[in-house]
């Protein structure tokens, strides 16, 4: 379901399109699959989101990259990131939806640790103290791999 405010702002038919499509898409690329499954956090559920064959998918790129875009100019972000492997594709459609858009906004990965070699930094990417920061995963059940992302881009002040 889209957001309500959202769903009423200027591109909001067309939030609407690109959910349903993505949807549609999930489905037939099969990343979205119902029957009893036992999430990485411990919980259940009745479905399961394969985040990563949506996201790296073409057409799902796409469709991804169109929806967050709305969203970060409705919040009014600058730069958008997550974890390493579960936001990469969705941080790289961004990056090249952003440059398509002409929008001035930049794309991070956090890192698990700080790197051991080159620069040793824990952020990847072009932030600069004071930015609007939007944080993307692939898939969200309880945060916990998107979190500690957050506490780090917090943590280098941000």
Request: proline share 3%.
């Amino acid at each position: 379901m889209v957001n309500q405010e959202l769903a009423g702002m200027t591109n909001g038919t067309d939030l609407s399109r690109i959910a349903s499509r993505l949807y549609d898409r999930a489905m037939e690329l099969d990343s979205l699959r119902f029957r009893d499954y036992t999430l990485s956090s411990g919980q259940k559920s009745s479905y399961y989101f394969d985040g990563q064959l949506l996201s790296t998918d073409p057409e799902g790129a796409d469709l991804i990259s169109r929806a967050f875009s709305i969203a970060m100019d409705f919040v009014g972000a600058d730069a958008f990131g997550g974890s390493t492997v579960e936001a990469q594709p969705i941080v790289g459609a961004l990056a090249l939806r952003s440059h398509i858009d002409k929008k001035r906004r930049v794309g991070f990965f956090v890192r698990p640790e700080r790197g051991e070699h080159g620069a040793a930094k824990q952020i990847e990417g072009n932030l600069i103290p004071g930015m609007k920061v939007a944080a993307c995963d692939d898939t969200i059940s309880t945060g916990e791999s998107l979190f500690p992302a957050i506490d780090a881009v917090r943590g280098d002040r941000l």
